[in-house]
């Protein structure tokens, strides 16, 4: 791509998708308008997100605050505080993987008796999403599953410690 910067024409709209939160918007008004292909409107959409950090007070401050949430101590606070909340004893915990344009995302959640829309006698409650250095996020899954194991005498369904985009779930052991 010959251009490193957003046209200065497209800059007001973009700006305000940025700030809206509105991303996959902001990176197709990128594409469309500079005519460029997706993976450079990506990139120039993260250059505009860094450069409205140093000149937008509240975006720095909304940055800041989500990238608190990529930490580890952030995931086994929220994981910890979601686990003893919840209405009654789970039977199980599950960590599963799961990915996106940005990377993986390690899904922990505890697994209640129940109808949900997922399966007929189960429900899966989400107690942490985890995103960032996937190395760190099966150490908090397992932590977790500890945690709810020596509470509760339950196990941690955690089929696969490395990034993959099986579909097994806990209850498919377990046919209603």
Known sequence: MDTKVIRVDLLHEVD????????????????????????????????RSRELEEIHESWRQSRLAYRQTLTPGYW???ALTNLEALPQPPLALEALWDGDSY???LLVNAILPGASHEHPRFTAVQLVAMQGPS??????????????????????????????????????AHPS
């Open 135 to 172: 190395s760190h996020m099966g150490e908090v899954a397992l932590e977790i599953g500890r945690v709810a194991q020596d509470r509760w005498k339950v196990p941690l369904y955690f089929p696969f410690r490395e990034p993959s985009l099986s579909e097994s779930r806990w209850w498919d």
């Open 76 to 78: 086994r606070s929220h």
């Open 103 to 105: 990377g993986w995302i």
């Open 16 to 47: 305000a998708l940025i700030l809206s939160g509105e991303t996959m918007r902001a990176i197709g008004f990128i594409k469309n308008g500079m005519q460029c292909r997706l993976y450079d409107a990506v990139e120039l959409m993260e250059a």
